[in-house]
């Protein structure tokens, strides 16, 4: 069984501009949650996802945001890059995402913002 | 407040020899409990998780880690070290009871593992 799945795996922006990343969770999990990574905060908690709705956030700005689709597939978008967003971007999936549910980690995307 | 704590920024510890990492935690109740590694350039791996029931808890790549309700801790040991794991390790935890817990783990800061021939 395929696990979590991030593209791309790495990629250059400059500041003020916008990126996309995408994830495909492991089959037959509906709950897709993203995490940065950065050496100065650790692992924190963007948002979660399920059934396209946005169930969970993070203390993230409003430059950060994502959807769901149908299929369970997940995008984060961060708009207006600063500096401070180079960062490993983690998405994970569970079951149905209820405390408790195991979660995987796919092996993430990360960011430069130059 | 709520949180997730690890000692140990950073361990060095010679091949073939033992290893454990602290994690104690801070929550009204007793959590869901994990414990992930993370390779140089990779995402998280789970090793091993704790529910309830035998506080010894067996994982992936001959890791255990032990649950003790009196001193809020999980653990992480492994009687002997082999070279391929020297990576970062974190502790996580899912509370039982949120509102605000979908999809979400608390993480501790990690903890760095250096192995020496």
């Known amino acids: 069984k395929a696990g979590v799945t991030q593209t791309p795996r790495y990629l250059i922006k400059t500041r003020g501009q916008q990126v996309t990343l995408s994830c495909s969770p492991i089959?037959?999990?509906?709950?897709v949650s993203w995490y940065q990574q950065t050496p100065g905060q650790g692992l924190q908690f963007l948002f979660e996802?399920?059934?396209?709705?946005?169930?969970n956030k993070g203390n993230f700005p409003g430059r950060f945001s994502g959807r769901q689709f149908s299929n369970s597939r997940s995008e984060m978008n961060v708009s207006t890059l600063e500096l401070g967003d180079s960062a490993l971007y983690l998405c994970?999936?569970?079951?149905?995402?209820?405390?408790?549910?195991?979660?995987?980690f796919g092996e993430g995307s990360w960011l430069t913002v130059v | 407040a709520q949180s997730v704590t690890q000692p140990d920024i950073h361990i060095t510890v010679s091949e073939g020899a033992s290893l454990e990492l602290r994690c104690n935690y801070s929550?009204?109740?007793?959590?869901?409990l994990f414990w992930y590694v993370q390779s140089p350039g990779q995402g998280l791996q789970l090793l091993l998780k704790y529910f309830s029931g035998d506080t010894l808890v067996q994982g992936i790549k001959g890791f255990e880690a032990e649950f003790k309700r009196s001193q809020s801790s999980f653990n992480l040991r492994k009687p002997s070290v082999h070279w391929s794991d020297a990576a970062e390790y974190f502790c996580a935890v899912a509370p039982k009871v949120s509102t605000d817990s979908w999809g979400k783990l608390q993480f501790g800061a990690g903890t760095q593992v250096v192995v020496t021939p």
């Open positions: 996802y399920f059934s396209e709705t946005q169930r």
């Open positions: 089959s037959g999990h509906r709950s």
């Open positions: 994970a999936s569970s079951l149905t995402g209820m405390p408790g549910n195991t979660i995987y």
């Open positions: 929550y009204g109740a007793t959590p869901y």
